[in-house]
Every structure is written in structure tokens, then in C-alpha cells.
């Protein structure tokens, strides 16, 4: 009888286990960073994040009756439209076919790479069809607010970002002269874009993904032409 009480207990305690966890937001979310750097203007488009299991956005401008509950989200950035680059960030919820405009971003941008951490986005470098950056800020979704960040260390745009390691990585990229093969490294705790380990060629628009503790980067333009061989993170090692 015993361990029947015992096993009852702990069936009780794995049940409210799961109803604390099902109410907590998850410190991590999926990013997809979406750039083109095409000669046509016309065909740039914004960067996207995609973020899973980010449960509200922010009650000031959104309807929260028809995102409250929705777990997956995308985010849109900026962009350029074929006449004027923006700095409008909408939120599409899929399940509902839904968009709503956010708060904008602080400078009118496209080819930003977009990367999440602890379900906070950032938008990394860029250009305005002028000049490129290398500023950094990140986005709040609970509280629709917009926060500035260490800025990287060259302007560029038409790179790629990822999470990895509690930690975002900003890959390749460019200032419309030259490609790079620049590997930036954000570490939340100290508070600075470190300089990494390098990628084995130059890369422009590449796109980037986190898979077993390696981050692979593939495709891109590599100076003299668009590349079709990819490259991991455990090939420096």
C-alpha cells in the first residue's frame, strides 16, 4: 500500500510539473534569417524571424484574444519595398492568418540578419541603399519595445545570424565591395561582439543553421560567384 501512495504522489507531482512548465515562455526560439542581395531593388525583401513557442506579443497594439494562445509567430523586419527602405516590424500568426504592425525599428534597413535569444530578437547590421551599418538592437516582443545593442565591428549587410549556445553569431556578409568570411560572436554576459573563428571562404547571403553544436553555412556569393559547397563551424576545429 505503501507504494501505492508513493506512486500516486508522484504521479501528482509529474502532472503539476507539467502545468508549471506549459505556463512558462522558453528561453530559446527558432530563427530563420531571410536576405537577398539582388542588383534589383525591387526584389529585396525583409528579415524574417521565426520564432516557435512565444506565447503573447504586446497587449498595447495587438489584439491579445487573437494571438494569446498561439505558439508559433513570424516576425518581419524592415525591407525595402522598390522605392523606399522601412522600418515597419509586423507579426503574422499563421494560425489565424493574421498581421499585426508592431513598433518600428530604429533605422529604415534591409539585408539585416535577424537572430533570437531567451525570446528576445535581434537585428544585426544592414544598409539603407546609402550606407551599411553595424549596429545592433533587439526586440522585445512581451513589451513591444525596441533596446540598443553593441554595435559590431564593421558595417556590413547581407549577413546571416544564429543562436547557438546561449550565444548569436553573426556570419560573412558584406559592404557592397567586398564579401567576408567574419565570424562575430555575441556573449550576453560580457556584453560585446567577440571576434571568432573564421569561415573557410567569403560569404554573402549565405543562408545559416544550427544543427548538433555546429552551425553550417551554405550557398551565398562569394566575391566572383555564387557558391554551391557548404561549411560547418566543426570544420575550423
Known sequence: ????????????????????????????????????????????IPSTAYVENLETCSADTMDMEGFLGNNK??????????????????????????????????????????????GVIYIIGGGDGTVWFNTVESYNPQRNGWTPRPSLARKKGCLSGVNLGNKIYAIGGGDGVNCFTDVEMFDPVAGRWIPTQSMLQKRSSSVVAELNDAIYAAGGYGGEGYLDCPTSSADTH
Open 1 to 44: 500500500m505503501r507504494l501505492t501512495e508513493l506512486e500516486i504522489q508522484i504521479q501528482q507531482l509529474t502532472e503539476r510539473v507539467k502545468e508549471l512548465e506549459s505556463q512558462l515562455i522558453p528561453s530559446t526560439a527558432y530563427v530563420e534569417s531571410l536576405e537577398t542581395c539582388s542588383a534589383d531593388k525591387s526584389q529585396l
Open 73 to 118: 509567430l513570424v516576425f518581419l523586419f524592415g525591407g525595402y519595398d522598390g522605392t523606399t527602405w522601412l522600418s515597419n516590424v509586423d507579426c503574422y500568426s499563421p494560425l489565424s492568418d493574421t498581421k499585426k504592425r508592431l513598433g518600428p525599428t530604429n533605422l529604415d534597413c534591409s539585408h539585416a540578419a535577424a537572430a533570437a535569444l531567451c
